[in-house]
């Protein structure tokens, strides 16, 4: 399954399938990104972050995928899993050598069996 | 469970009231910083600490008033807030100094304010 962000703020996808989550960034002088997951009644919780001097990034069943020319950024989960339901928030250091982190809307991740 | 404490959990304070928020952090992060979030959108940045100082204030109104006593310490004082301030308030850290490393957020004080 496949969201566009802000025009699918939903994303329902069945167990073991893979995963696409769509963030488009606002600032090209960016030069840091994260992807963040959040359940109900947590805080946010880092899932993998990539620098601007690369394009993908990958870790334990998750890849990141970072278009600079398109401002675009992507969450791949590979398996889905119900544990991986929740929502999901990219956000970006728009920046240079500043502490600033700012969110995206997020898209809710949810599984069905 | 997070590696950076938040308390309480929950508060609800009338409008003439005067609270504070903490929160702590043990990773030895020089950066600490407050968000707050509403419901079902992202968070939002309120303030910035590096280094114990005061870096970054994103026009909070000022009945928010952050203090950061030391590197591990981190606390929002509340005074005369409005209802449409009750949000979920999260507080995060993170290495610091060049803005390049992944916040780590406690889960956050759910005020409500009446």
């Known amino acids: 399954g496949e969201s566009v962000g802000l025009h699918l703020p939903t994303l329902s996808v069945q167990e073991g399938d893979n995963s696409i989550i769509n963030c488009a960034y606002s600032n090209s002088a960016s030069d840091y990104f994260i992807w963040y997951k959040q359940e109900s009644g947590k805080g946010p919780q880092f899932i993998i972050d990539?620098?601007?001097?690369?394009d993908k990034r990958q870790g334990q069943r998750v890849t990141v995928l970072l278009n600079k020319t398109v401002k675009h950024l992507s969450l791949q989960i590979a398996a889905t899993q119900p544990g991986d339901s929740a929502v999901y928030f990219c956000a970006e250091n728009p920046t240079w050598n500043t502490d600033k982190l700012i969110f995206g809307t997020g898209t809710r991740l949810q599984v069905f069996p | 469970d997070t590696e950076v404490t938040q308390t309480p959990k929950h508060l609800v304070m009338g409008m003439t009231n005067k609270k504070s928020l903490k929160c702590e952090q043990h990773?030895?992060?020089?950066?600490m910083y407050w968000y707050k979030q509403k419901a079902k959108k992202p968070p939002e940045l309120m303030f910035v600490y590096s280094y114990e100082k005061l870096s970054i204030n994103e026009s909070v109104p000022s009945r928010f008033s952050p203090e950061c006593p030391n590197s591990s310490l981190l606390n929002l004082h509340l005074h005369a807030l409005q209802p449409e301030d009750s949000a979920l308030y999260l507080c995060?850290?993170?290495?610091?100094?060049?803005?390049?490393?992944?916040?780590?957020f406690g889960n956050g004080t759910r005020l409500t304010v009446t």
């Open positions: 990539i620098r601007s001097n690369m």
């Open positions: 990773m030895g992060h020089r950066a």
């Open positions: 995060a850290s993170s290495h610091g100094g060049q803005g390049n490393s992944p916040l780590h």
